[in-house]
């Protein structure tokens, strides 16, 4: 079984939740890139930024648990 890792986004009524295998951060943070700048999609920079962080925050307790 292949470890997955989550991010999700509530905003408003919408429900983002992004699933990605480990290694595969850069591609999901281009995804995020691509929509927040389609002016059709309302998922923003904001989101982006938000999902981003999400995303270096857990990489970094990871790298934390890792020095122990």
């Known amino acids: 079984m292949k470890m997955m890792r989550q991010l999700s986004l509530v905003k408003g009524e919408q ?6 295998e480990p ?3 850069a591609e ?3 995804a995020f890139a691509s929509w927040a700048g389609d002016p059709d999609s309302d998922f923003d920079w ?15 307790r990871e790298l934390d648990e890792v020095r122990l």
Do not use: P
């Open 23 to 25: 290694g595969e951060e």
């Open 15 to 20: 429900r983002y939740i992004f699933r990605y």
């Open 28 to 30: 999901v943070i281009n």
């Open 46 to 60: 904001f989101d982006a930024a938000v999902l981003s962080y999400q995303m270096g925050r857990r990489l970094e």
